[in-house]
Every structure is written in structure tokens, then in C-alpha cells.
């Protein structure tokens, strides 16, 4: 399962991982915070909501993955117990052996708040499953990765589901991914990758 604040953010981080896990035959679940209301280009924002789902369950059929929503409000992202408790709920009946999600020290408060209503899951689980963190672009900070997963191979993939973010204009951020894989894939030895932070307290799962 991989987790993100918004539509894209979990492509952005992830997608090659994703695309790698579903040709390995593991079922991937990407669990959206929220339906993306608060941007979608030229569109009127009464708009962005559809448009952004359709986006979303767009990338997730590139990537043969299963996207899922919590329900919550672009921009308006509530940690509070009651969210707490519904995100927890709807994460621990996915049973995932894996989780990756956002670094908490970012500059979006969605992203901030995703990742700590994950981390509270995982606690609510007694570290059940194990716990990944990935980097977004310029949102996040301070993130100094540990594990990195190869993607040259499916580049391509990872690059369809990016685009299929189209009021997002991809073509603004995504050849700085590009150019952040490239950087991870020297540090991996490989052409690109993209990079993780494993949870110190985590098991270690063997990442494709
Ligand atoms: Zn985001």
C-alpha cells in the first residue's frame, strides 16, 4: 500500500515501485488522503474533485494498481482523533504487509498530516506491517534514504502515470523526478531509482 496527501503524490514518489511490485504479481493499493478539490489547472475548482478521481483511478490502472480515498479535503487535511480513528480503519482493513508513505518533514500540510495519521496506523497495528517513507520532489526536507528500489526498467511506466496527472502540467515537475531518480539511481548504482527511509522500528521487507 502506498499513501499520499493528494492525487500524484504517490506516483510522484513511487510509481516505478508500484509498476515493479504489480509485474512481481503483489496486489498495491494506493490510499489518496483526498479527491485533489483545491488545484486542477484552468478548471473551475467545483470541478477538480472529478476531475482529479478520474485522474488518479487513471494512473492506477497504468499501474495496475487499486486506488482508494479517504475522504478528506484538499487544503483542510484534519489530524484529530476522530480522523485518526476513520484513517486507521480504513488503512488496517487492507491487512497491508507494507506501507510507504510521506515524509513527515514537508513542506505541504496535507503531505504532514498523511503521513502522520499512517504512522498512528501502524502504531494502532503493534508494527504489524512494515513501514516505508519516500520524498516528493521539493516538498520534502531533511529526508536521507536508505533502501532504493531499481525503476529503470519501468520508467516508462512511471512516467504514463505522472502524465496521466494532466491538470497537475507534469510537464513542470516531472523532468525534475527525472532528474531526483537519476541522482538516486548513482547513489543505487543503477541508471534510476527511487529512494526510501525505512522506519528504524520497522521490519525490513525485501523491496522489488
Ligand atoms: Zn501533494
Redesign the pocket.
Known sequence: MVT???P??PECGCAGTIARYAKSGASVTILYLNHGEGYCGTASLDRCAGIRTAEAQRACEILHARPLFADQIDGRALVDNAHYESFGRLLLAEKPDVVFTQWPIDR?R??RALSMLSLDAWFRSKNEFALYYYE?AE?TMMFSPNEYVDISSVEAERRAACYAHASQQPGKWYPKQVEITKARGRAAGVEQAEAFLRHPDSRRVALP
Do not use: L
Open positions: 499520499g496527501g493528494h500524484g503524490d505541504h496535507d503531505h516528493v516538498d
